[in-house]
């Protein structure tokens, strides 16, 4: 279906993150593999069942091989047999495609051990969703489970898919383009750099310095990622606080609001617990965060741009940008692993992508993201008053 040279390039970048990240040396897919999972779930992941789109993982994994697996990993599954193995075809995949949560589980496939060449599918798996600062809560370590370190494949949304092993990505595959994973833009030397300087003055970065920065740029994360779970796409501009009024000459809000949701305040109260602290109180705090960011994130999903002060506070929504457009240039934002620099082509991507870019580039002490619906979240700062850097997506990051 596709060129074997795409599926070539993905293998080589799972070999080289394998490499990069020292991570235990275990044998390498076949080529074969990766082209008959990442094939196989593009073709399901068109098929459209009562007006949507089914979402599922896969993971490569034979029966013989599972207990081993997850010896030499360290990492735990809970691995349900079925009574009798299924094709690993488009027609058997998309019946079970409702059965499993890609947060929570996969379908587990078996690379063919005989001469037939046939890919069967032997069981679910269940590893439970990837935790974070706003919803982990510790439990006993004989419940604990985490993805596995082989070969998955996840259909995100029509027709793309991410490639990836254990909690690490290997790339986005949108419609036969692959995008291989980039560390995540908000570190110190990419977007993280004009973030922090955003919010250098405020109350908590001056109390509690970098741990204030990993909470905020935690919440942010969880705010994007959220939003782009909701599958809607949207547009979220970030403006000081202090600098709204000098802004509204280029925007038209729909719906604007008053008074505050207080996440800073909440971030607050977490640092300032003591050490050792009561942990029903911590735990209260971050739900109660997560809990305000996934509001927030709903609100992205109402055409027009959700607008957000530098303390989480909701502006308006339902937004229209109207900035005159941007003159000048746009390229790829640096990062730890490169320093960026290439042309980006902003001209080739729709209204919202060029509005966002307009209103960034109007003012200079604004960012923002845009959420597409096959998955990308791309970031805009303005560099000087000639370029803009763009990342393409925020989401393919290093991390799932």
């Not at 080529?31 to 008959?36: C, G, K, R, S």
């Not at 994994?61 to 349900?80: H, M, T, V, W, Y």
């Not at 934002?333 to 992508?353: A, C, I, K, V, W």
Request: proline letters at 5%; a negative charge; charged letters at 20%.
């Amino acid at each position: 279906m596709f060129e074997t040279r795409i599926f070539e390039q993905i293998r080589e970048y799972w070999i080289t993150d394998q490499n990069r990240r020292g991570t235990r040396k275990q044998s390498i897919p076949s080529l074969q593999d990766f082209v008959t999972l990442i094939e196989t779930a593009f073709i399901v992941s068109l098929k459209r069942e009562e007006e949507r789109f089914p979402k599922f993982s896969v993971v490569l994994l034979a029966e013989k091989d599972k207990e081993k697996e997850q010896e030499s990993s360290g990492f735990r599954q809970e691995i349900l047999i079925l009574d009798r193995r299924l094709s690993f075809s488009p027609d058997s995949l998309a019946k079970l495609s409702p059965a499993c949560d890609p947060q929570t589980g996969a379908f587990i496939v078996s690379p063919p051990e005989d001469s037939s060449g046939n890919y069967e599918i032997w069981g679910l798996m269940f590893f439970g969703p990837v935790t974070n600062r706003f919803n982990e809560i510790p439990i006993s370590d004989e419940f604990i489970t985490s993805r596995p370190d082989v070969l998955t494949v996840t259909v995100v949304s029509l027709g793309s898919l991410v490639v990836s092993r254990g909690n690490s990505q290997i790339g986005r595959f949108v419609l036969g383009n692959f995008s291989p994973a980039t560390p995540t833009p908000f570190v110190s030397q990419a977007m993280g750099e004009f973030m922090i300087a955003s919010i250098r003055n405020s109350q908590g970065y001056q109390r509690y310095g970098n741990l204030y920065w990993h909470i905020y740029r935690d919440a942010l994360e969880h705010l994007l990622l959220e939003a782009g779970a909701r599958g809607h796409g949207g547009t979220i501009i970030v403006i000081p606080g202090n600098k709204v009024t000098e802004c509204k000459s280029s925007f038209q809000a729909r719906y604007s609001l008053q008074t505050t949701l207080r996440i800073i305040e909440l971030i607050e109260q977490t640092l300032a617990l003591p050490h050792p602290c009561d942990f029903s109180r911590y735990l209260s705090y971050n739900r109660a965060t997560m809990g305000r960011l996934n509001f927030l994130a709903q609100l992205v999903c109402v055409d027009g741009a959700l607008l957000l002060s530098d303390q989480f506070e909701p502006i308006a929504f339902g937004t229209t940008l109207t900035a005159q457009a941007w003159q000048g240039g746009v390229v790829v934002g640096p990062d730890s692993f490169s320093s960026g620099g290439q042309e980006f082509n902003l001209s080739r991507l729709g209204t919202r992508h060029n509005s966002a870019a307009n209103f960034v580039g109007a003012f200079p002490y604004c960012y923002g993201f845009v959420l597409s619906q096959d998955g990308p979240v791309r970031g805009f700062i303005r560099r000087d008053e000639n370029t803009l850097y763009c990342w393409p997506d925020c989401t393919v990051s290093m991390f799932i």
